[in-house]
């Protein structure tokens, strides 16, 4: 298996700039979201297979709309049983910008409730935290 990217290149859109000219913080969570989905989704975990349960973010510098993208960096993971740990950043102009850690909870859908990690994606998950 191909180990996943942990980079993504996210674009910066213009409605998402605010009076103050730079990228709104709920702008900047959903930055994190699309990268975040797209690292996820070469493990074999699409966006609906999984709920944030925690968040932590930290705004170290502004997003300003420098260019047309930012690079999503996905920096850690820590599996459980039922749950996924995760460390990213949003990077500009080769800096930090955000520093985010999540607590993702694997979803039942037909069920709403948690459900544990399948093999496949726990197998994932480690060849990809080995990447990092």
Same mark, same amino acid.
């Given at each position: 298996?191909?180990?996943?990217?942990?980079?993504?290149?996210?674009?910066?859109?213009?409605?998402?700039?605010?009076?103050l000219g730079h990228v709104n913080h709920s702008a900047v969570?959903?930055?994190?979201? /699309?990268?975040?989905d797209a690292v996820l989704s070469a493990c074999g975990i699409a966006a609906q297979d999984c709920v944030v349960r925690r968040c932590t973010i930290d705004y170290v510098r502004e997003v300003r709309p420098l260019g047309s993208h930012v690079e999503y960096r996905f920096d850690a993971v820590v599996p459980g049983r039922t749950s996924i740990r995760?460390?990213?950043?949003?990077?500009?102009?080769?800096?930090?910008? /955000?520093?985010?850690?999540?607590?993702?909870?694997?979803?039942?859908g037909a069920e709403h409730a948690p459900r544990e990690l399948t093999p496949a994606e726990r197998h994932a998950l480690l060849q990809l935290e080995k990447e990092l």
């Open positions: 298996m191909t180990a996943p990217p942990t980079t993504h290149q996210v674009q910066v859109r213009w409605p998402d700039v605010d009076a969570l959903a930055y994190l979201e /699309v990268g975040r995760v460390e990213e950043r949003l990077m500009q102009a080769g800096e930090t910008a /955000v520093a985010s850690a999540f607590v993702l909870v694997m979803w039942n």
